[in-house]
C-alpha cells in the first residue's frame, strides 16, 4: 500500500529523498523448496513529511504478510540483548517507583525477554505480539502472551480482564506500526491514570550520522525523533516527559510518555529537538547527501569485497539479522562473494536469505571451512561476536565491519 499522507500529522506534503530499490521481506528466510517459486519484492523507499518533519516508508506492507507468518526473529539470541532488556525492567522499576505487582505489558513482546526481567522485579506480566513462531516459544517459557495485533479492541479486553495497566512496552516496535492513532488509543485506554507508555527505537540522528542505512527495512515504517513525536502525543492528551539514550543497535533513545501534567517534564526532551534542528535532521538538502552517502558506500564496501575475491580469498557473512538483508540486497551481494552465512538461531539455520537466497549455517561452518574474512552483518553486536568466534580469530580469519565504513578487524 503506497502511504500518501503523514503517519503523524496526516499531511500530504511529503518528499521522497532515498530510494532503496525493491527489497524482499528481509524476515522471510527461504526453505529449500521455496527456492523454485515465486518471491515477492516491495520497494524500500524513505519520505519526509514536509510540515512536521516526520520520515516514514512510503509503502506499507501489511503486517500479516511480516508478522503472521513465519516470522524468525528472536530478541533473545545475544548476551548483549539480554541484559540491555533485564538492565531496561530494571532501570524502569526503579525510576518509576512501581510497586510490586504493578501491571506490566509489551507490546511486541517477542519470546519474552523484557517481560522476563519485569518478571524478575516482581511485576504482573502479559506480552501482547502478533508473531505465532516467537509467541508459542514465549508461552512455553512461561511468559504469558497474546499473539494479536495491538489495537484498542484488544486492549479494551485486556483492560476487563486483567485490569490497568501502569507500564506498556513497545522495544522496536512502535516504529513497525502504521496506525499510530489506534495504538495511542489503546494505550490510553488500558494506562492507570499514572500509567506510562515507554518506547525504545533505533534513534534517527544516530541513523543518519552513522551512516545506518541497513536499518531501513519493510518492518521499520518509521525512523523516529522526538520533534514531530511531541504534537502528535499531545493529540492524545500525552507528553513526553524523559528520555533515556542508549547505545544498543547503533543508538536508540528510550522515550517516555504520560498524561499530560502527571510527569515532570526532563529538560533532554528540549535539549535533544535543539540537537536534531543543529544536526539538520529535517533538512532536505542534508538528507540529500545521506542519500548520496548511502551510495558510495555500496561501491566502497563492494569495491572491497570484489578485490578480496579476486585475491581468491574466501568470504563468508557473520549473522543473518533483517538488517543484513537490507545491506546484501542494496549491494548486490551473493553467493558469487559470500559462501554462506553462519547465525546463531536454529530456526534461520538451514534457511537462505531473501533475494541473494545465501545459505545459512551455523556459526561451528567458520571453524570447518576457515574462511579469510567474515563479514559482521550483526555489528550492532560486534564485540559479542569477535569474543565469541575467538577461535576464527586464532585460526587467521579477519572480521569485517560494514557500517559506518567498511573496515578490516
Not at 14 to 28: A, C, I, M
Not at 77 to 93: D, L, P, Q, R, W
Not at 257 to 265: F, N, Y
Request: proline share 5%; charged share 25%; hydrophobic share 35%.
Amino acid at each position: 500500500m503506497l502511504k500518501t499522507t503523514c503517519r503523524l500529522c496526516k499531511s500530504k506534503d511529503l518528499k521522497t529523498y532515498l530510494d532503496l530499490g525493491f527489497h524482499p521481506h528481509s524476515d522471510h528466510f527461504l526453505s529449500k523448496e521455496e527456492l523454485n517459486k515465486e518471491e515477492v519484492f516491495y520497494p524500500l523507499r524513505v519520505q519526509i513529511c514536509l510540515t512536521c518533519g516526520f520520515h516514514q516508508l512510503d509503502f506499507v506492507v501489511p503486517p500479516k504478510d511480516l508478522y503472521q507468518g513465519e516470522y524468525m526473529y528472536e530478541s533473545s539470541i545475544t548476551e548483549t540483548g539480554k541484559k540491555h532488556y533485564f538492565s531496561m525492567a530494571n532501570a524502569v522499576c526503579e525510576k518509576l517507583k512501581l510497586p510490586k505487582n504493578s501491571l506490566v505489558i509489551d507490546v511486541g513482546s517477542n519470546v519474552g525477554v523484557l517481560l522476563e526481567g519485569f518478571k524478575e522485579q516482581g511485576m504482573k506480566i502479559l506480552g501482547v505480539d502478533p508473531a505465532p513462531i516467537p509467541t508459542k516459544i514465549a508461552n512455553e517459557r512461561g511468559i504469558e502472551t497474546i499473539c494479536d495485533l495491538f489495537t484498542t479492541k484488544l486492549a479494551k479486553q485486556i483492560a476487563k480482564e486483567k485490569g490497568k495497566a501502569s507500564i506498556i512496552t513497545g522495544t522496536n516496535v512502535f516504529a513497525h506500526i502504521d496506525d499510530l492513532d489506534d495504538v495511542m488509543n489503546a494505550a490510553k485506554e488500558l494506562l492507570d491514570e499514572q500509567g506510562v507508555f515507554i518506547f525504545e527505537s533505533p534513534y534517527l540522528v544516530e541513523l543518519i550520522d552513522n551512516l545506518e542505512y541497513d536499518t531501513i527495512y519493510h518492518q521499520h515504517l518509521s525512523y523516529l525523533s522526538i520533534k514531530p513525536l511531541i504534537p502528535f502525543f499531545k493529540k492524545f492528551g500525552l507528553e513526553i516527559f524523559d528520555v533515556f539514550m542508549s547505545k544498543i543497535h547503533g543508538g536508540s533513545f528510550r522515550v517516555f510518555i504520560g498524561r499530560i501534567g502527571k510527569h515532570q517534564v526532563q529538560p533532554i526532551v528540549s535539549e535533544l529537538v535543539k540537537l536534531e534542528n543543529e544536526k539538520e535532521t529535517y533538512s532536505i538538502k542534508r538528507l540529500e547527501k545521506f542519500a548520496k552517502d548511502i551510495q558510495n558506500h555500496r561501491f566502497e564496501l563492494m569495491s572491497m569485497l570484489i578485490s578480496l575475491k579476486k585475491e581468491g580469498k574466501k568470504l563468508a557473512g557473520i549473522g543473518a539479522p533483517a538488517k543484513g538483508n537490507t545491506l546484501l540486497n542494496y549491494c548486490g551481494i551473493n553467493e558469487n562473494i559470500f559462501e554462506y552465512l553462519t547465525e546463531k538461531s536454529k530456526l534461520k539455520q538451514g534457511r537462505f536469505s531473501p533475494g541473494m537466497h545465501i545459505p545459512i549455517k551455523s556459526d561451528d561452518e567458520l571453524l570447518n571451512t576457515n574462511p579469510d574474512y567474515g563479514l559482521i552483518l550483526s555489528w550492532n553486536f560486534a564485540d559479542e561476536i569477535m569474543k565469541n568466534l575467538e577461535e576464527f580469530k586464532k585460526n587467521g580469519g579477519k572480521f569485517i565491519i560494514p557500517i559506518p565504513n567498511p573496515r578490516i578487524v
